[in-house]
């Protein structure tokens, strides 16, 4: 939130504060674990020719991703 914002006395909303968590070095640091733990399916699609049929793991991996980060979004608007 601005300093603009805080000076007129506007409260912070909860798309503020989701959109701060999802900034945050927290969040950055659970994208930087998740990309390290799935390092070798996303190395191994690289080689993929553009328009070529996605492989499983890599939809897997996907998968996961809107799980896990999906799962962590909620919990922080639980918690709020």
């Given amino acids: 939130m601005s300093s ?10 909860l798309l503020d504060r989701v959109q701060n968590f999802c900034i945050s070095h927290e969040l ?4 930087i674990n ?9 190395l191994d699609c690289l ?7 996605q ?4 939809y ?3 998968q996961e991703y809107l799980g896990r980060f999906a799962a962590k979004i909620e919990n922080f608007i ?3």
């Fill in 60 to 62: 897997a991996a996907y």
């Fill in 47 to 53: 080689d993929d020719k553009p328009g070529s049929e």
């Fill in 78 to 80: 639980e918690k709020v």
């Fill in 28 to 31: 950055e640091v659970d994208f």
């Fill in 55 to 58: 492989k499983v793991q890599c």
């Fill in 34 to 42: 998740f990309a390290r733990e799935y390092t070798d399916v996303f």
């Fill in 4 to 13: 603009e914002s805080k000076s007129e006395g506007k409260s912070e909303t």
